[in-house]
């Protein structure tokens, strides 16, 4: 049954407004209710106390438990109850519906199977299920680690540990534990065909970098610098800083050519520190081809985008920063986290640094988003 929105002691306050001085439209106005209702309140409770309010209830109930009582005197009402309340669909329920039957009339098991229409099987069967608990404790325990994580990332490292189950038990106990992850809601996108982008099929074919932006605990702001290899799927690097030019950005990107090697070209948009004469100048003396996306057209990136969505989910959101120093450690852990530990669904499971491994770079998943 819906609960009353109000109760019989506030009607009554409500209708003593009224009955004081104010008006009945200022009075449906100030508790979002319609005229309508206000009258049908002054109908039945007009004149009454609360105490009068509360005998009018009890006497109420009493009625309708008369009536109820009344109805179920044959045994057989109860086959037309199981028509009128909430379907029974699981195995649990029947067994608790000839349950409740057989104490609430005296049936026997046989008679109340007949009634609730339940075969006896299901009533007398017990699961032969192994224990999980050790299965689901360390599913929160990685959940509550990895928190934007589904089933089936955490399926994997939990494969990992040697824990191994097929994919419907996995999400059974990703579901009974209450672990879902509330999706974010989709946006609107524009129609049209759209050029599909080409996919790299070698490490250092192609980068992709971009900027994101975050706030201390003071409220001063902090820019982060991030470079993705869009094969192997690997974070180059990631560098805060609270003011980052051109200059510096060319710095960082000799750093990593210095440790990896030079890319064939590099993906960007149109902001102003990758516009500038630094990084043209960088892209001309080290020859990298230098491509900016469409402005206005972040899904040309999509590489960087898909990579900006899990760093601010998996690290941004759940981490107060303090101090810049702070940032850096805690960035420097995640991005070894990322390439070493996390699984990409894009990659079979696997990590980026088990695909930058020479033994394995030839059999790659090709695919656009992590």
């Not at 019989?8 to 209710?33: P, S, T, Y």
């Not at 009533?123 to 509550?144: G, Q």
């Not at 209450?178 to 250092?204: C, D, E, F």
């Not at 981490?319 to 960035?331: D, I, K, N, S, Y």
Request: proline share 4%; hydrophobic share 35%.
């Amino acid at each position: 049954m819906k609960r009353a929105r109000f109760t019989e002691e506030q009607i009554i306050g409500i209708l003593r407004e009224q009955e004081a001085g104010m008006k009945a439209a200022d009075v449906c106005r100030k508790h979002g209710i319609s005229g309508a209702t206000f009258y049908n309140w002054k109908a039945k409770y007009g004149g009454l106390d609360v105490s009068d309010a509360k005998r009018l209830k009890a006497l109420t109930d009493e009625n309708a438990k008369a009536e109820e009582a009344a109805r179920r005197v044959d045994v057989g009402q109860c086959r037309f109850e199981r028509h009128q309340c909430k379907k029974m669909v699981t195995p649990a329920a029947r067994r608790s519906a000839v349950a409740h039957a057989r104490e609430s009339f005296g049936l026997s098991e046989r008679r109340a199977c007949s009634v609730i229409g339940v075969s006896r099987r299901v009533l007398r069967y017990r699961h032969h299920r192994p224990d999980d608990t050790a299965i689901r404790v360390r599913m929160r325990e990685l959940a509550l680690e990895r928190r934007p994580f589904g089933y089936r990332r955490l399926g994997i490292l939990l494969a990992r540990e040697g824990i191994k189950m097929n994919r419907k038990k996995l999400f059974r106990i990703y579901t009974e534990e209450g672990l879902k992850v509330r999706r974010r809601r989709g946006r609107k996108r524009a129609l049209g065909t759209r050029a599909p982008m080409t996919i790299p099929q070698r490490p250092n074919q192609r980068w992709s970098l971009d900027f994101l932006s975050d706030a201390f605990t003071d409220g001063r702001r902090f820019r982060i610098f991030a470079v993705v290899d869009d094969f192997t799927r690997e974070c180059l690097t990631l560098v805060p800083d609270t003011s980052l030019s051109g200059i510096r950005v060319a710095r960082e990107l000799d750093s990593i050519i210095l440790r990896r090697g030079q890319p064939q070209s590099i993906v960007s948009d149109n902001g102003t520190e990758l516009t500038s004469m630094a990084i043209l100048r960088w892209s001309q003396e080290t020859r990298v081809e230098w491509h900016y996306i469409a402005p206005g057209k972040p899904t040309q990136n999509a590489f960087i985008e898909s990579f900006n969505g899990r760093l601010r989910d998996e690290l941004l959101n759940e981490t107060l920063f303090t101090t810049l120093a702070q940032a850096r450690v805690v960035l420097a852990e995640w991005r070894n986290d990322y390439n070493t530990v996390r699984p990409h669904s894009k990659l079979g499971g696997r990590t980026p640094a088990e695909i930058t491994t020479p033994s394995i770079t030839e059999h790659q998943p090709r695919g656009l988003y992590f």
